[in-house]
């Protein structure tokens, strides 16, 4: 190391060379830095979730979990494997060693399950789901003097246009109930058709699904064709048929029951202001930059709040729960404010006590070694987030006392007549 430090005092040219390459680096190195509050934390592991509406909690265990356990049993890589059975829902934890490559263990955690050909065919797909703690960077309040279901749709919408916008692509709507269709069953109008509550219920589970067709090769693509038939809302219920006949002509399901939109529960609210709420809670993505994605989103609810645009009627309006670019803001001023006192307070002490002319480089020397730095970290993909910029406020009181000890060395050495010029540079 030494012969380097003295290779670079004795090459002058060369040693400016460098630090005007670490100033201009810094600044392009800074603007290519991602900026966030909190870092995506990535862990070994996945879940695998399957539900299968109306199932008991044995069948499943029985007819999906278990299925799921044996086909992951012998993943290379694999740590244990924990699994939870819930009425209409099965998870499957996989756990995987820490040192692992774990976008091999998570394809092939996909791959066995998509393998498997034996669950019930009432069963959704699985979803495999990777670990890993992302936390929220904003969130906001929709709220607003209507009624629920107008709420949740108004919500739905507001979380798909932020959704659009960049940043905002996990957005996920909270704090509202899901909608489910009511269906009453009339025994008098099934006794006065000829028909059974199986029938019903068949007739439902036949008719309102999202079936695949297959896939057709051509020279310009592959075609998938699917059927949606889906029933959705209370008309769609109420629109499925139940029997045709030449006597008794179209029996539909409203025909025999009474249906209605509803709730699953209407045990739970939520309000902000006293008024029904919904929130929206936007997940930070891969690819970061807090405050250009806050400020888009202010943006969009200044549009949002202003009735003649369309977005929401005059009753609903939206607030910002928090948002974390503020506190980023307020670190990244600190850490600013902390490097301009800090080359401030060298370049007085140096020149009050020895040259200003060591003073003077000295403090070069500050900003060039964290422009290096900065220079270098985005390669080593690290962020603008809570954890490196407090360690950069440790970094920078280190790097100024190591400045002035080495001044101050160099100085010494030359006042007490050891050594002159390069020679009390290079120890």
Known sequence: MSSIVAWFARNAVAANLLMIVAFVGGVFGYTKMEQEMFPVVNISGASVSVSWNGASPQDVEEQIVTRIEEAVADINGLDRITSIANEGMGVVNIKGRDDIDMQEFLDEVKLRVDQIN?????????????????????????HGDVDPRTLKRLADNVRDDIANIPGGELAQLQGVISEQVNIEVSEDALRRYGLSFSDVANAIRRSSLNSSGGRIESSTGDVSITARQLADTADQFGNIIIR???????????????????????????????????????????TMHIVDYTDNFKKYIEQANDPSNGILPQAVKIDILWDDSEAFKARMDLITESAMMGAVLVMLVLVLFLRPTVALWVTIGIMTAFAGGILLLPYFGVSWNILSTFAVLLVIGVIVDDAIIVGENIHREIESGRREGLDAAIV
């Not at 008794?248 to 209407?266: E, K, L, P, S």
């Open 118 to 142: 034996n669950l019930p065919q009432a069963a959704f797909e699985p979803q495999v789901q990777r670990w890993e703690q992302r936390n929220a960077f904003m969130g906001i309040a929709i």
């Open 244 to 286: 045709q006949t030449t006597e008794d002509g179209t029996i539909r399901v409203d025909d025999v029951a009474q249906i209605d939109d509803g709730f699953v529960t209407d045990k739970f609210s939520a309000q902000f202001n006293g008024d029904p709420t919904a929130f929206v809670m936007i997940r930070s993505p891969d």
